[in-house]
């Protein structure tokens, strides 16, 4: 039965049969079975003909409007008409309601989408669509799992970083009575920093054997894609990825950088200015780092961004207890191409030019210039060289 109000739920596989207002202001729908194959035994396919009796469930789906929405689903009991098959008699089912379900899907889905895709926190989206924080905190798992199962996209610029995740957890050995470590407040990130691919991976720990753990076990063909790894003040991580990546240095000409830095040099050595000399010795100290940036371009800028959105993400969450559900939530939320939640809506071109007209006057003749498209600057530097490390001052994180 197809009515307006049955197109108004957009519900698969139920129609509404009434609806009425209790006094508490709630909103009673009254579903009936319209999908055929409910009917259909879910162990042996037979599609059964003779009914057992009735039954009503009611199962719980997305808030509409200011007032609560109950559903009740009037459905048969049907016996099953193969006689060798186990199950004797069935209620009936639909791919949103499947047995024994108190939600329908799309409310799980919901559920899910909303800490993956719009930031939320797994008690606020309880809150917001009335579920208790284990259900929700499984479909958001579930919904995740497209996520941290796809396979890792090509990346030219690798961008190492560590973030702290809160405080050492340890725990004393009930045999030997020592102390063991079995939480580090330390994560180690691993961002696509040319690309969109976002944080790619993180492991707890910021040694240079937590780094080797992860990349080991990322495909050889995906690490052989990689031509730079921009990353911070760490020895640590510099050896990690000397040892496990075979990295070499470009071989660009620098005979101009190189004067500059002669001149800069001379002229601090020159100034008689004890600070002015500290910061000369600094720059000569970091110089092949400094002249990796500038031969390439490129930086761990895109790390220390994501390593904000995952600060963010654990203020709202005033912290996180278990490591492994952190990883998760940061992946998702800085792994996602559509994050709404972290930029405003982007207006398209002929609507920007309207606006702007709008805004100028009559008469106004708005150009919108682009960044022409072609290839990388870098691509013949990325083609004769295999990896430059960027060791780069800057803060950590």
């Avoid at 499947?98 to 993956?116: D, H, I, M, N, S």
């Amino acid at each position: 039965m197809v009515n307006d109000t049955t197109l108004l739920l957009d519900l698969d596989g139920v129609s509404v049969i009434r609806v009425e207002r209790l006094e508490n202001g709630t909103r009673r729908v009254h579903l009936a079975t319209a999908d055929t194959s409910a009917r259909a035994c879910p162990v042996c396919g037979v599609f059964a003909s003779r009914v057992k009796g009735a039954a009503t469930t009611r199962p719980r789906d997305l808030p509409y409007g200011e007032h609560p929405l109950e559903f009740l689903w009037h459905k048969r009991r049907w016996w099953c008409r193969e006689a060798s098959c186990p199950r004797k008699s069935f209620t009936e089912q639909i791919p949103q309601i499947p047995a024994g379900a108190r939600l329908t899907e799309r409310l799980r889905c919901a559920a899910g989408r909303q800490v993956r895709d719009a930031g939320s926190t797994v008690v606020q989206a309880a809150r917001d669509l009335g579920l208790s924080w284990p259900v929700v905190m499984d479909a958001f798992r579930t919904a995740a799992a497209t996520v941290t199962e796809a396979p890792l996209p090509e990346v030219s610029v690798l961008g190492i970083d560590e973030t702290r995740r809160g405080r050492t957890c340890w725990e004393q050995d009930p045999d030997t009575g020592k102390w063991q470590l079995t939480r580090d407040r330390w994560h180690t990130g691993f961002v696509d920093a040319l690309g969109t691919g976002g944080l790619l991976g993180q492991v707890e720990g910021r040694t240079a054997a937590d780094v080797l753990a992860w990349l080991s076990t990322t495909p050889l063909t995906w690490r052989k894609t990689i031509h730079h790894v921009a990353i911070d003040m760490s020895a640590t991580y510099r050896a990690a990825i000397r040892t496990l990546l075979a990295l070499a240095r470009t071989g660009a000409d620098r005979e101009q950088v190189r004067h500059a830095r002669w001149k800069f040099l001379t002229w601090c050595a020159d100034s008689d200015i004890p600070e002015v000399r500290t910061l000369a010795a600094t720059v000569d100290r970091l110089w092949p780092e400094i002249a990796a940036f500038i031969d390439t371009g490129h930086s761990n800028a895109k790390s220390e961004g994501i390593n904000r959105v995952i600060k963010l993400v654990a203020r709202n969450a005033f912290g996180f207890r278990n490591a492994d559900s952190q990883r998760l939530r940061t992946r998702c939320v800085t792994t996602r191409r559509a994050r709404g939640h972290l930029r405003t809506a982007q207006l398209r071109r002929p609507a920007l030019r309207w606006a702007m007209r709008a805004s100028l006057g009559p008469g106004a003749d708005v150009a919108i210039h682009t960044e022409p498209e072609g290839p990388h600057p870098f691509q013949d530097l990325l083609a004769e060289t295999c990896i430059t490390v960027h060791n780069l001052p800057g803060q950590n994180t």
